[in-house]
């Protein structure tokens, strides 16, 4: 079975550019949820859907923005981009409780 | 407060030896926990649940202590494949990563 998938692997954007990342999950899982991972630290929580509804959403201003899909693949957008927006951008999907990512987004802001 | 506190390590430890970390976490009312692996410039990878009653799969056993907040893993017989940084997940309703522990195994 494939595992959750996101495209593209890494982009180069510039300060301002707005940025659409996305997102498929496992097959049958219904819920994807959006992580931004800086070097050295853990994934942080950006948002997490369910069944096309938000169900969650990290503290990340509003230039963050993401949406599900009927197919229940994902898109995670970022307006206006800041350099500090660089990071490895990650998906997860999960039937129950525990959550399989995707390979992530390398995002690199100049 | 943070979330979720890792040591940073690096641990570095033979191959053969017994190694194990904790993880402690701030919120009380969290309900399930995870420990993920995670190689340089890769995604993290489930390594496995932590149960209440703690649980064990092949050399790696998680241990969860809900009165002092705290998870453990502990890794016996450590092989070189498994140098990477391990990530406590802890869930209040949302995943919160610490910032993992990084293993380094040597011959």
């Known amino acids: 079975d494939a595992g959750v998938t996101q495209s593209p692997t890494h982009l180069i954007k510039t300060r301002g550019q707005q940025v659409t990342l996305r997102c498929s999950p496992i097959?049958?899982?219904?819920?994807v949820s959006w992580y931004q991972q800086v070097l050295g630290q853990g994934p942080q929580f950006i948002f997490q859907y369910y069944e096309k509804e938000e169900r969650g959403r990290g503290n990340f201003p509003d230039r963050f923005s993401a949406r599900q899909f009927p197919n229940y693949s994902s898109e995670l957008n970022v307006n206006a981009l800041l350099l500090g927006d660089s990071a490895l951008y990650l998906c997860a999907s999960s039937l129950a409780y525990e959550q399989y990512f995707g390979p992530g987004t390398r995002l690199t802001v100049t | 407060r943070k979330e979720v506190e890792q040591d940073p390590g690096p641990f570095n430890v033979p191959e053969g030896a017994t190694v194990a970390f904790n993880c402690t976490y701030s919120?009380?009312?969290?309900?399930?926990f995870f420990w993920y692996r995670q190689d340089c410039r890769k995604e993290p990878k489930l390594l496995m649940s932590v149960y209440s009653s703690g649980n064990e799969d092949g050399r790696f056993t998680a241990q969860l202590n809900r009165a002092s907040q705290y998870i453990s893993l502990l890794i016996r017989d450590s092989k070189l494949s498994d140098s990477a940084t391990y990530l406590c997940?802890?869930?209040?309703?949302?995943?919160?990563f610490g910032s993992g522990t990084k293993l380094n195994v040597k011959p």
């Open positions: 097959s049958g899982h219904k819920s």
């Open positions: 997940v802890v869930n209040p309703g949302q995943f919160y």
């Open positions: 919120n009380s009312a969290s309900q399930s």
